[in-house]
């Protein structure tokens, strides 16, 4: 009896990150419309979704170029082009360590040819640092470590899985952010739809 109570504790307090994590990156959403089938996403005030392209002739010291999981991304709001065909997304949120974002993202490609394999439509993505709802996104999932990967599922919810990037962590995720809610309900899904 003391395990089902501990269970039922449990999937409450992940009901009730869910609502605030989704509540927190619908934020900037407008209101009075219809709810819509986007992934959550501030969009950009300049128009622009592309990734920073180099100039010839700058002068920037030659490092290691960083490691990309998929597509580049300067903003979250390009998803809802980028992958308006797809279920969920993997974004990843590299940190300073190229070996540990490299892994990560290997990680990542395992996840995704298995879903992908279910007949489910999944994509890599990375969301560049000065994407501006990079910070927002980190505070309202709790990353403490980077690299961290962030799943988001159509019009469902997200989950993050940082430190110990693993396919079976990763998966789970996926069931997670993927997962359709009757206002958070759904044990590990958040949703919108409740204030």
């Given at each position: 009896?003391?395990?089902?109570?501990?269970?039922?504790?449990?999937?409450?307090?992940?009901?009730?990150?869910?609502?605030?994590?989704?509540?927190?990156?619908?934020?900037?959403?407008?209101?009075?419309?219809?709810p819509?089938q986007?992934?959550?996403?501030?969009?950009?005030?300049?128009?622009?979704?592309?990734?920073?392209?180099?100039?010839?002739?700058?002068?920037?010291?030659?490092?290691?170029?960083?490691?990309?999981?998929?597509?580049?991304?300067?903003?979250l709001?390009?998803?809802?082009?980028?992958?308006?065909?797809k279920?969920?997304?993997?974004?990843?949120?590299?940190?300073?360590?190229?070996?540990?974002?490299?892994?990560?993202?290997?990680?990542?490609?395992?996840?995704?040819k298995?879903?992908?394999?279910?007949?489910?439509r999944?994509?890599?993505?990375?969301l560049?640092?000065?994407?501006?709802?990079?910070?927002?996104?980190?505070e309202?999932?709790?990353?403490?470590?980077?690299?961290?990967?962030?799943?988001i599922?159509?019009?469902?919810?997200?989950?993050?899985?940082?430190?110990e990037?693993?396919?079976?962590?990763?998966?789970?995720?996926?069931?997670?952010?993927?997962?359709?809610?009757?206002?958070?309900?759904?044990?590990?899904?958040?949703?919108?739809?409740?204030?």
């Amino acid at each position: 009896m003391r395990k089902v109570k501990v269970a039922v504790l449990a999937i409450v307090l992940l009901v009730a990150v869910g609502l605030t994590v989704r509540s927190s990156l619908l934020s900037g959403a407008p209101s009075g419309g219809a709810p819509t089938q986007q992934f959550a996403a501030a969009p950009r005030t300049d128009g622009t979704d592309a990734a920073p392209t180099s100039s010839a002739g700058s002068e920037q010291p030659h490092e290691a170029p960083p490691v990309v999981c998929g597509t580049a991304l300067n903003s979250l709001s390009a998803l809802n082009e980028v992958a308006a065909d797809k279920d969920a997304v993997f974004i990843l949120l590299p940190g300073k360590s190229q070996d540990a974002a490299k892994q990560a993202s290997g990680q990542v490609e395992e996840a995704l040819k298995k879903i992908s394999a279910t007949g489910a439509r999944v994509a890599a993505f990375t969301l560049q640092d000065e994407a501006p709802e990079r910070a927002r996104l980190i505070e309202a999932l709790s990353i403490e470590t980077l690299p961290s990967i962030v799943v988001i599922g159509r019009g469902s919810g997200a989950a993050a899985v940082s430190g110990e990037i693993t396919e079976g962590r990763l998966l789970g995720a996926y069931v997670q952010a993927s997962t359709p809610s009757s206002c958070g309900v759904t044990p590990g899904a958040s949703s919108g739809c409740c204030p």
